[in-house]
């Protein structure tokens, strides 16, 4: 599992962090960063003017930065990334509070499920923070829950002569998938983790993200499937909420 280092360098962190948001999700003003990192403004601007200096972003006539050249670009996501990071916060935290265990929302972005927040526990043994990382959907629970509200031809297209996928499997797990309500990832991304999601959005609508459990392989109960499904479907039903006030046109 990949835990936060024992001696983390913040402005590494910092640094990291800020060019993973500029990639992911567009264009920031030095206050915008100043948020997202929970530090002064003086402070993000040396982060963005160093970013530059390296390749990593650069600065629009606008005063905005975007993600450099360095950066390859990231596939588009239809999700309002921002919106969603902002309204699913405390209610990520509160399911954490619940079930102690850590959370992670996801969206889809062609063949791959981006992290873009995440909440840990604070029990010893646990999965780490995977904000800004990025894995492929037919792997995750987040990302069959996604790709399981897709209508089949676009499944196709996806993944039609993909050496590195089964489409014939993967469409059995996407229609269990759609039966079920959930998905399960046990250790296909990483061993020793465990994951179960659950989509996000209105039932008349595509799924605008997943949110999903992440524990260590060794505290997954079978018998405890049922009460993390229904502890996950209360946080995206209240995410969705969130979201649907703030973004009615959404």
């Not at 599992?1 to 983390?8: A, F």
């Not at 996928?165 to 020793?192: M, P, Q």
Request: glycine share 6%; net charge positive; with cysteine.
């Amino acid at each position: 599992m990949r835990n936060e280092p024992p001696y983390p360098i913040t402005s590494v962190d910092h640094a990291l962090h800020l060019a993973i948001v500029l990639q992911q999700e567009g264009p920031l003003r030095v206050s915008d960063a100043a948020e997202r990192l929970g530090v002064s403004p003086s402070t993000a601007h040396r982060l963005l003017a160093m970013l530059v200096y390296r390749g990593f972003a650069e600065q629009r006539p606008d005063r905005r930065y975007q993600s450099g050249g360095v950066l390859r670009p990231a596939i588009a996501t239809e999700a309002p990334v921002a919106l969603l990071r902002r309204v699913a916060g405390p209610h990520m935290r509160a399911l954490v509070d619940r079930v102690q265990e850590s959370v992670n929302l996801m969206v889809l972005a062609g063949t791959e499920t981006r992290f873009i927040a995440s909440a840990e526990c604070v029990r010893t043994l646990r999965v780490g923070s995977r904000e800004g990382r990025t894995l492929p959907s037919h792997l995750t629970s987040g990302g069959i829950t996604l790709l399981a509200a897709l209508p089949p031809d676009e499944v196709t297209v996806l993944y039609d002569g993909r050496a590195d996928v089964d489409l014939t499997r993967l469409r059995r797990e996407l229609t269990l998938a759609r039966k079920r309500g959930f998905a399960i990832n046990a250790e296909r991304t990483e061993t020793g983790l465990t994951a179960i999601a659950v989509p996000v959005g209105s039932p008349a609508d595509p799924p605008i993200a997943a949110v999903a459990l992440a524990l260590p392989s060794a505290r997954f109960q079978r018998d405890r499937i049922r009460e993390w499904v229904n502890a996950l479907s209360d946080t995206a039903a209240a995410i969705t909420r969130g979201t649907l006030e703030a973004y009615p046109a959404g």
